[in-house]
């Protein structure tokens, strides 16, 4: 189990998940913010500091998110598991159906 | 340039460890950071609060062992700050003294029958569960078929959902073996659970709730009249949290209790009024139902009880204390006694802010007052000169405190994987003091 980035996220990338993850194990890409799968102690800091809602618990994702759960895990095939997103900084990359939403996501 | 700062840091839970970390990683300080905790053990409420059955959030352990392991990094573990080593004796040594010894006590329901043996608070029954060394190995005898948790926090869902897990269950945990033997010859086979108000004010997490769900041969009751909302807590129900806590209850609600061994309730707007006790050891307990002007009251027998109603910080001697809250009062991480920042004196974590949020939560404000701590390094190194203090390890050397340094902790951490081996298990925590002691040799 793990905590989700989904469509609310594209083009916003307020990251206050970010100073609140414990393990920063939330993840830059170009339009949103992934959460790495297995790097996830699911503490669930990251769904209360989310101002938009867009982190849910994979057990909670409503339907028409539960792509969601494969794409973030999908954004992670190259970087693989670099146990810290600051390490790494930004990536210009997003999983192609992300890529192709329109902007802000809709 | 980055200036030196030699720090202390008091308390190896997540706020004390997270401290560590931030500052080691800023590149305006060159931080030499020694952790103190009055365990022998590092990782506070992870290692004694965390519940056993959590693996994944306990998996924290790794990152943190990273933090504690840098060479700028020391732990001093098995050192009571305050009677091994005083206050004013870390002060003359270090240049920051960071408190983040969290809030280890409870609070009490303030009813009669309070006192009666077999009422305890989650955090003596939580702490006695992690084997804890400061709890009894014998602390506790469960008995009776009804045990009744008292609040509606993650807490009190982790000793609900612990009291109705299968022995099989248990031992995939690190719990000490005569944990598991008392929970599994309990007899328990109903687990209430009060909540003083209604749903929607329940400080459960969602993922909790969910979690409730998967038990084995237990059923989750819930009365659907209890999700019944009025008005008022209708409109905050249509917060998504709250709303996804709603359906998930509707559905506990709706699935009934047939053919399960044991029965874990959700009872909400339900509250204690008194314990009945024989021999000084409770008997039952008088609870008061439903709303203001329709409350009923019944008489419950249970003979285990215990209250999850929030933990409490602890006074530090020396440092300034709000009784009300808890709390070591402070601006920004910044400790203050009528207003004025009491020189090189910061405060993070629970005993800060008071005990709530999550682990990450605690990030968060340990990256308030390593900023204030940053904000204050030019004060900080001035005042450098008037350190003469000796270095506290020969401090503690000299009074011969058997301290638990990293290396001390990784033998312990090796020998309860050892006691694990042999009993089939990852690991079983070492619950006695002295046999700690003993192992971190």
Redo the contacts between chains.
């Keep these: ?1 793990t905590y989700v980035v989904t469509q609310s996220c594209v083009d916003i990338k307020d990251r206050s998940c970010v ?6 194990c939330i993840y830059e890409g170009d339009r949103m913010m992934y959460i790495h799968p297995d790097e ?10 989310c101002p938009v ?1 867009a982190i849910y ?1 994979d ?2 994702l409503p339907p028409e998110r539960e792509n969601f759960l494969d794409l973030n895990a999908e954004f992670f095939t190259e970087i693989g598991s670099p ?1 810290g997103a600051k390490k790494i900084g930004k990536s210009n990359n997003d999983p192609a159906f992300v890529a192709a939403l329109p902007p802000g996501g809709a | 340039m980055s200036v030196q700062l030699r720090v202390a840091v008091v308390g190896s839970g ?1 706020s004390g460890i ?1 401290t560590a970390q931030l500052l080691g990683e800023s590149d305006q300080v060159d931080a030499h950071i020694d952790v103190y905790d009055q365990l022998p053990v590092p990782y506070g409420l992870v290692r004694y609060g965390v519940a056993p059955d ?1 693996p ?2 306990k ?2 352990v790794g ?1 943190f062992a990273d933090v504690l392991s840098d060479p700028r990094v020391r732990f001093f573990g098995n050192v009571t700050v305050g009677t091994d080593i005083s206050l004013a004796e870390l002060r003359n040594y270090y240049d920051v003294l960071v408190f983040a010894s969290g809030a280890s006590q409870d609070r009490k329901l303030g009813i009669p029958g309070e006192h009666l043996s077999g009422v305890s608070s989650a955090t003596e029954f939580v702490s006695w569960y992690s084997g804890h060394p400061d709890t009894c190995i014998d602390r506790f005898s469960i008995s009776g078929g009804t045990a009744i948790v008292v609040g509606a926090g993650n807490v009190a869902l982790d000793v609900a959902r612990l009291l109705c897990r299968t022995p099989d269950e248990l031992r995939r945990t690190d719990m000490p073996e005569h944990v598991i033997d008392a929970i599994a010859s309990s007899g328990i086979r109903d687990v209430r659970v009060l909540a003083r108000r209604g749903p929607v004010h329940a400080k459960f ?3 909790e709730l ?1 979690e409730l769900g998967t038990l084995k041969d237990c059923a989750i009751v819930v009365d659907p009249a209890d999700l019944d909302l009025n008005a008022e807590d209708q409109e905050s129900a249509a917060n ?2 709250l709303s ?1 806590r709603m359906a998930i209850l509707n559905e506990y609600a709706d699935r009934g209790s047939l053919g399960s061994d044991r029965t874990l309730r959700l009872e909400f707007n339900t509250k204690p009024m008194e314990f009945h006790g024989d021999n000084g050891h409770v008997r039952s307990v008088r609870l008061a139902r439903g709303a203001s002007d329709n409350i009923s009251t019944t008489d419950v027998d249970t003979q285990f009880v215990v209250r999850s109603i929030g933990y409490r910080g602890c006074e530090f001697v020396g440092l300034p204390f709000d009784e009300l809250r808890g709390v070591i009062p402070h601006r920004e991480g910044r400790v203050v006694v009528d207003g004025e920042h009491v020189a090189g004196t910061y405060v993070t974590g629970w005993i800060k802010r008071g005990p709530s ?8 404000d340990a ?1 308030e007052t390593v900023s204030a701590i940053v904000e204050d390094i030019s004060t900080l190194s001035h005042a450098r000169s008037e350190k003469t203090g000796v270095e506290p390890l020969e401090l503690l050397r000299a009074r011969e405190v058997p301290v638990v340094d990293w290396n001390g902790w990784l033998s312990i951490d090796q020998a309860e994987i050892a006691l694990g081996r042999d009993l089939d298990r990852a690991r079983v925590k070492i619950h006695d003091r002295s046999e700690m002691l003993n192992a971190a040799i």
């Design positions: 189990m100073a609140q993850c414990p393990v920063d996830c102690i699911e503490c669930g800091a990251c769904e209360a500091a809602s618990y057990a909670e146990r | 997540p997270f959590h994944k959030i998996s924290i990152p997490t969602n993922k969910i998504p949290l996804r949020g999550v682990i990450g939560t605690n990030r968060l990256n």
